[in-house]
């Protein structure tokens, strides 16, 4: 069986050798690209994308236009980390809100019947960095996952194709873990 490749998008996140590092620890081949030079179209070289955690704030839909479009065009599993799900639930409609600044791990629950949780417990304790909240999820999409400071810890489009996670997966066991659940949708 050949190897799955994963088209890690860079959206200036701050780690995307950890993160680059976790698929290719789960036996997937990654290449990424920097935001701004998104390709139009797989053209059937991944099987999935992964969006990174951003520097420019989720809530800018010009400059992440072209992303959402090779995204929502695309027809393989996507997750969006931290930044990454922000903008994919922005562009859904969603609306983002100032919260606590949050540094460190943090426990959220997860809906157990989701494949994204197989590997891990009811609850998990995932990494944390940054002060924008998800509060609700928008139309077409449903929380999965949620903690004290964020309904929205981690969310599933109805069609079971785009997860987020408000936490930043390329750290801690538990986040490993989530990305192995991710890893068997596309494989």
């Keep these: 069986m050949a190897q799955s490749r994963v088209l890690v998008v860079n959206n200036g996140t701050l780690s995307l050798k950890q993160l680059r590092a976790r698929f290719e620890k789960l036996g997937s081949r990654t290449d990424a690209v920097d935001v701004a030079s998104v390709p139009a179209t797989l053209g059937g070289r991944y099987q999935a994308i992964v969006l990174s955690g951003t520097k420019v ?9 072209p992303l959402v479009d090779l995204v929502m065009g695309s027809g393989v599993p996507v997750l969006g980390i931290c930044g990454g799900m922000q903008l994919m639930a922005v562009a859904a409609g969603g609306r983002l809100a100032e919260g606590p600044q949050r540094v460190g791990g943090y426990d959220a629950q997860v809906d157990k019947e ?14 944390h960095r940054h002060t924008l909240y998800l509060r609700e999820a928008p139309e ?7 903690s004290g400071h964020a309904p929205v810890e981690f969310l599933r489009s109805d069609d079971g194709r785009i ?25």
């Design 163 to 187: 997860f987020g996670s408000q936490a930043h997966l390329e750290f801690r066991s538990d986040g490993l873990e989530i990305l192995r659940g991710f890893a068997q949708l596309y494989r």
């Design 57 to 65: 704030r989720a809530c800018d839909t010009a400059f992440y236009r």
């Design 114 to 127: 989701e494949p994204l949780f197989t590997y891990v417990k009811p609850t998990v304790t995932v990494f």
């Design 140 to 146: 077409g999409f449903r929380s999965i996952g949620r």
